[in-house]
């Protein structure tokens, strides 16, 4: 149910307005955004007994001279700033406080708040710095490591939910960071993420390793067997360097499932090889590869990409041919699936992500502190993912026809 939502007088805002004669009379320490909130504050702390109004609470905004003169009270901490609230004593035993209970010193949604700016890459430092400059808020670093910490067991519970039994694709990709443990060393990331049959895009889980493993990727598709996935239509692997691994365990885990090399991450990767000039010349050479009719005519034009390139890039070509058994399964699937496996990888957005966090940190303090970062940044994307992805019934319809024998009753 929503909540009602009142009208403000036309007269009470002008009124309000009359003494604010710059933006700072509005919202700076002592400005009226700030005074509104506590004036607000006061009158909705207590409710109104019928028989006798209880003695209003003291509400007033932090100072060094307040905070040195009052010995009990309540600092409470929200988006508009602290202030500190003193109840003061009252004979009616049946007054509780309604808008702040016992004991709390923080809004609702105020560790929200320090989740959001921890997961931009932001350090305990920056967001004492950032709370003490926009609210004036004095935020200890122990509290804001308890609000942080307390994501662990949330971890724990999101990686261990129940998925679906059928996913039409699922992209897996891994991608490496730095973990400061004593000496830096890389951990590898591994990432899964699958469509569901509505269209939707859902983040399977985060997995860290020292290397690229085999005996990873099979212990990452055990877990989701383990979890109620139990077939798998297209698997999109990304072309990093165990990717041959990673399509032996998932022919292992899902017999039936057609691996399928992803085209975005290899033509990302051939990139790397070309300069800033070459680069929308050889994209186009690249895209008339996996755009073709068919198979045959795939490899007319990679001959052709070869005869042209080779002499100056010859690491582009021999990476297609060395992943071309994994990439000629795309041209078994009609146009509308094959948009799917290639234009709409959600891998990017997370990998774009990922790569910008890792940026930002140079490395993370422990694989601990990695993966609540991961979290918090893959929960912040999924909250953005609110839409199937794009022209999702069209590829629905064709992977009904595809895989009509595995397809669930609906």
Same mark, same amino acid.
């Given at each position: ?71 009990? *009270?309540?600092? $409470?901490? #929200? ?5 500190? %609230?003193?109840?003061?004593? @009252?004979?009616? =035993?049946? !007054? ?97 993420? *699958?469509?569901? $049959?509505? #269209? ?5 889980? %985060?997995?860290?390793?020292? @290397?690229?493993? =085999?005996? !990873? ?117 009609? =146009? ?75």
């Amino acid at each position: 149910m929503t909540a009602r939502m009142h009208e403000v007088p036309d007269r009470l805002l002008t009124n309000l307005l009359d003494d604010c004669r710059t933006p700072e009379n509005f919202v700076d320490e002592a400005g009226l955004l700030k005074r509104i909130a506590e004036w607000l504050t006061k009158r909705a702390l207590y409710p109104q007994p019928r028989e006798r109004r209880p003695e209003k609470p003291v509400l007033v905004a932090k100072s060094d001279r307040i905070a040195r003169s009052i010995r009990s *009270g309540t600092l $409470l901490n #929200g988006a508009v700033g602290p202030a500190l %609230v003193k109840s003061t004593h @009252t004979r009616h =035993a049946n !007054v509780e406080p309604q808008l702040v209970p016992m004991h709390l010193t923080r809004w609702s949604g105020f560790d929200d708040r320090i989740l959001s700016l921890y997961a931009r890459g932001m350090t305990v430092r920056e967001i004492q710095s950032h709370l003490q400059e926009m609210y004036g808020a004095d935020i200890s670093h122990g509290l804001i490591s308890s609000i942080t910490d307390a994501v662990v067991e949330e971890v724990k519970e999101w990686q261990s939910r129940p998925l679906d039994p059928v996913y039409p694709i699922v992209y897996l990709d891994c991608i490496h960071v730095k973990v400061r443990e004593g000496a830096v060393r890389m951990r590898t990331v591994y990432l899964a993420i *699958g469509v569901t $049959l509505a #269209g939707e895009k859902e983040v399977f889980g %985060v997995w860290l390793a020292q @290397t690229e493993d =085999a005996d !990873v990727c099979r212990q990452i598709l055990t877990d989701l067997r383990n979890r109620g996935m139990l077939d798998v239509f297209i698997a999109c692997v990304a072309g990093f360097k165990g990717s041959a691994k990673a399509i032996e365990a998932i022919q292992s885990a899902f017999p039936l499932a057609a691996v399928q090399i992803c085209i975005a991450s290899l033509v990302e990767s051939s990139m790397n090889y070309a300069s800033w000039k070459r680069r929308p010349a050889i994209a186009a050479d690249l895209k008339r590869i996996y755009a073709a009719a068919d198979a045959i005519e795939a490899e007319r034009c990679l001959c052709e990409f070869e005869a042209k390139w080779n002499d100056e890039l010859l690491p582009i070509s021999q990476s297609w041919r060395r992943h071309w058994q994994q990439l000629i399964p795309l041209f078994d699937y009609p =146009a509308e699936i094959r948009k799917v496996i290639y234009a709409t990888n959600p891998m990017d957005t997370v990998n774009r992500s990922l790569r910008k966090l890792s940026k930002q940190f140079g490395a993370f303090s422990s694989d601990e502190a990695l993966m609540k970062l991961l979290y918090l940044m893959l929960r912040s994307i999924g909250k953005k993912w609110t839409k199937p992805m794009r022209e999702w019934k069209t590829a629905l319809t064709r992977l009904a026809i595809q895989f009509e024998a595995r397809m669930p009753p609906s």
